[in-house]
């Protein structure tokens, strides 16, 4: 067992019963129709499986401060009320829940919340539209006390403790940086000066909540900011937090405008953790570490070490509300582990839609996507093994069908199996491992190296047909394009050999990871050519930056803006096109297709014309905008469905 994860702890009047905090993250119910009850379910399924501890979403203290449109709040005067379903909820399954005392500063948007944003300083940030205001001796006082405000109402409304939100480029870690805090009064200059706005917020959030009552405060371990507090200052603050009054430090790193990933799937597990056991060494109370810890194993063994007290784990919890209980019972192949992708949570946020999981589709839709178990358990065939045959396969077996699942190749996975090989996106091999642990667990019968062709057996024995067959590569119309020494991205996936020089035709997600993946192997020149202008579209808001820098640090040439290509030529080697209106061409040893996908629905088509009863789902309905996320979505919805 984990026994160090699993010891309880103390703080103050509060105890936690293990090791694990399920970290900060707004998932953007609380402001849809019935948005309280939302989140309390959302919640309690968490509690009810064994979180020591949940910390909500940013709560904002003020409207200025508030993280965007209908984000939780505590400065109202009805928030006291509405929040306690929500604590009482958590309590009733057995948790315990702290609300996030969050204000945005420069990080706020002006069309969402409708004020003007305010900063230490009136220094923009690169990533906001608004110019922050400079706050006033008052502004400062009066949001020191709107913090303290927002704490007496948090234990108002039963939450066991509150986090104090100085982290991730936030209001009170732009007073802390010197990058962003150039004041020259009291609250400014001198590290002294800059740390005095958190030492006074909780000076006064203590004299709020009392003495029994636990504060948590999430400081940055490191900012990843050029001229920001450094490592010396940064322990020190830690220090003065401790001797102000915190109980719990909570270790965050980066900002939001960092240029440096801090959680994305490309950075190694456990990579920031050393920052954490790095102020650790420096105070008494405890420290949690946090940041792409993904595995309740990892947390114990690194709990074992004795270097932190507390680990706090977020986006697992969506990628599976079940994570410490199948922990606790040693269930470990059974869990759904988050992948760091950030595609249905972080991605999600910023596009301003409710935060859900890409592995787990029903993380924060916990009131409509439950399972029911049928009444009429029916023989279901599913063609394919993809993201989208594998989720419909678990949901319709787990309600009680007899589901036989075929796939042509020798494993399951369908195009997973290619982005598994991709540099820095490994992590999707936990999700095969899920979902074959999965079906061997429910008695799904799957057939492996079995093409289904319209008169295949199996489809006389069956009652209904879920077709998953994915897609095919689109072979765009230029002449000379069918010569055999062109590949498709999938031909080069699955083995065909390539030249020293490559030219990749198209510039999207998958041709980028493709252009890494032939770097790692080796391919001493890669070409991106597309007609678009920019590049690696399709993928998110929060980790398309990454592969762009990526790709320009493996010296990956991109060339967008291409008028036409006109023909390839020279035993498939030369492709010529038109570019700022002259002709130009390029010569490679082999050229690759990456320039979209069609439908795979020839056999749809066939057994439709049959008679038989067909669904089709994934890439095999719809290519365009086809993501893993949207494969694993269709499939959990027609799992329920049939
Ligand atoms: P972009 O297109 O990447 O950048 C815009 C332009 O600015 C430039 N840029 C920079 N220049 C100089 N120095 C920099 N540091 C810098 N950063 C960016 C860019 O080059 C670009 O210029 P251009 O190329 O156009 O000339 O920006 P974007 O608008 O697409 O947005 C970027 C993101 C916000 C998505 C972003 O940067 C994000 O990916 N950061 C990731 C941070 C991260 O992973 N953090 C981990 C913790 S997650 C967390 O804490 C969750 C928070 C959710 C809160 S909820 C709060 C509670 O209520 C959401 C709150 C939203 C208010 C901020
Ligand atoms: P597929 O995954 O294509 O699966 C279809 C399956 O059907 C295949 O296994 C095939 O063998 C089988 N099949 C077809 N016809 C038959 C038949 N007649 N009989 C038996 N079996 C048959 N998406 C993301 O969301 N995030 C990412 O980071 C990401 N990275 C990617 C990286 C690369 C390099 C690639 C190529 C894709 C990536 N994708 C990513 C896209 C994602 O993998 C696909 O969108 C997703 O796999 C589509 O799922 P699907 O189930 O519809 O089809
Ligand atoms: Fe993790 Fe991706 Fe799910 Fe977010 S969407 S919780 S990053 S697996």
Redesign the pocket.
């Known amino acids: 067992g984990l026994h160090a994860l699993f010891q309880p702890l103390a703080i103050r009047s509060m105890t936690i019963k293990n090791r694990v905090i399920m970290g900060s993250m707004?998932v953007g119910l609380e402001g849809l129709e019935n948005g309280v009850e939302k989140l309390t379910e959302f919640y309690k399924l968490r509690a009810k499986h064994e979180v020591g501890l949940i910390v909500t979403?940013?709560a904002?203290i003020n409207a200025e401060g508030s993280?965007?449109l209908d984000?939780?709040t505590i400065y109202k005067d009805d928030d006291v009320e509405r929040w306690k379903p929500l604590t009482s909820g958590v309590h009733d399954s057995g948790g315990k829940i702290a609300l996030q005392l969050?204000h945005?500063g420069r990080?706020?948007?002006k069309a969402l919340t409708g004020k003007e944003p305010v900063a230490p300083s009136p220094i923009q940030s690169?990533?906001n539209p608004d110019q922050p205001r400079e706050m006033s001796q008052e502004d400062i006082e009066r949001t020191i006390h709107e913090f303290a405000d927002g704490a007496k109402r948090a234990k108002e409304a039963g939450f066991d403790a509150v986090e104090i939100m100085g982290s991730?480029g936030y209001l009170i870690n732009q007073f802390v940086s010197p990058a962003t805090n150039m004041r020259d009064d009291r609250w400014g200059g001198s590290f002294e000066n800059r740390i005095r706005f958190s030492l006074r917020i909780l000076t006064e959030v203590r004299k709020a909540v009392g003495n029994n009552y636990p504060i948590f405060f999430r400081m940055s371990g490191l900012d990843l900011?050029k001229g920001s507090t450094t490592e010396e200052e940064t322990i020190r603050w830690a220090q003065e937090l401790e001797k102000a009054g915190a109980d719990v430090l909570n270790v965050g790193i980066?900002w939001?405008?960092?240029?440096v990933p801090?959680?994305?799937m490309k950075v190694p597990r456990l990579h920031f953790v050393s920052v954490a056991e790095g102020i650790s060494n420096n105070v008494s109370i405890p420290v949690v570490a946090s940041n792409r810890i993904n595995d309740p194993r990892d947390g114990d063994r690194l709990l074992q070490k004795g270097t932190v007290d507390l680990i706090s784990m977020a986006r697992p919890f969506l990628a599976d509300a079940q994570i410490i209980s199948k922990a606790k019972e040693g269930r470990f192949d059974e869990i759904n582990t988050c992948i760091a992708c950030n595609q249905a949570c972080?991605d999600h946020?910023?596009e301003g839609l409710p935060a859900s999981c890409l592995v787990n589709p029903e993380a924060g839709r916990e009131t409509e996507l439950t399972i029911n178990s049928t009444s009429e358990p029916r023989k279901i065939l599913v063609v394919g093994a993809g993201p989208a045959g594998l989720e419909a396969s678990r949901v319709a077996a787990e309600r009680g069908h007899k589901v036989t699942l075929v796939d042509e190749k020798g494993e399951i996975g369908g195009q997973l199996n290619y982005s598994k090989r991709i540099p820095g996106k490994q992590e999707f091999f936990e999700t095969l491992r899920y979902y074959q642990v999965q079906l061997e667990l429910l008695g799904v019968d799957v057939r492996l190296k079995h093409r289904l062709e319209e008169n295949d057996p199996l489809l006389r024995e069956v009652d209904k047909i879920i077709l998953a067959t994915g897609i095919i590569p689109r072979i765009p119309e230029i002449p000379g394009v069918n010569h055999s020494n062109i590949k498709t991205y999938r031909d080069v996936f699955d083995g065909d050999s390539v030249g020293k020089h490559v030219t990749i035709i198209g510039g999207g997600g998958i041709a980028c990871d493709l252009a890494l993946y032939l770097r790692e192997k080796g391919v001493q020149t890669v070409t991106l050519l597309q007609r678009g202008k920019s590049f690696a579209r399709g993928i998110g808001?929060?980790t398309r930056?990454a592969t762009l820098m990526e790709l320009r640090q493996q010296k990956i040439r991109m060339i967008g803006r291409i008028e036409t290509y006109k023909k390839i030529e020279n035993d498939g080697k030369t492709i010529v096109f038109q570019l700022d209106g002259e002709e130009q061409s390029i010569t490679s040893d082999t050229i690759i297709l990456a320039a979209g996908q069609l439908v795979n629905n020839k056999l749809a088509i066939t057994l439709e014309k049959l008679g038989k009863n067909v669904t089709v789902i994934g890439g095999a309905k719809h290519a365009f905008g086809l993501d893993a996320k949207k494969a694993i979505y269709e499939g959990t919805i027609i799992g329920r469905e049939i």
């Open positions: 707004h979403g940013g904002a993280g965007g984000f939780m969050f945005a990080y706020a948007y690169p990533i991730e900011i980066g939001h405008e960092s240029r801090t959680i994305s972080l946020v910023f808001k929060t930056w």
